[in-house]
């Protein structure tokens, strides 16, 4: 069955940088997109990134434009997301998202705090 396991959260200083890693599997993951989401407390699940197939074509929220950069490499059935300028209110719980065959599929989470 199709399994998303993020990797990489922890705490940083506000301005830091940090990598999250999504590892996939039981899917074809070069065939389809690939999104990272983010949900603080209290507040709803908002899409940060996502990698769209054909050719890698990628999208993000303005919060998160020119700070985050979300790659694949399709050797390792992995989806990264580097983190840089990090900011107080990129606090959250970050959830790697996919949808073969049109169903929706999240990994467990990691927590990313920002915080001095």
């Known amino acids: 069955q199709v399994q998303l396991v993020e990797s990489g959260g922890g705490l940083v200083q506000p301005g830091g940088s940090l990598r999250l890693s999504c590892a996939a599997s039981?899917?074809?993951?070069?065939?389809?997109?690939m999104n990272w989401y983010r949900q603080a407390p209290g507040k709803e699940r908002e899409l940060v990134a996502r990698?769209?197939?054909?050719?890698?074509?990628?999208n993000y929220a303005d919060s998160v434009k020119g700070r985050f950069t979300i790659s694949r490499d399709n050797a390792k059935n992995t989806v990264y997301l580097q983190m840089n300028s990090l900011k107080a209110e990129d606090t959250a719980v970050y959830y790697c998202n996919t949808r073969p065959s049109g169903a929706n599929y999240w990994g467990q989470g990691t927590q990313v705090t920002v915080s001095s």
């Open positions: 039981g899917f074809t993951f070069s065939n389809y997109g």
């Open positions: 990698i769209s197939l054909p050719g890698g074509r990628t």
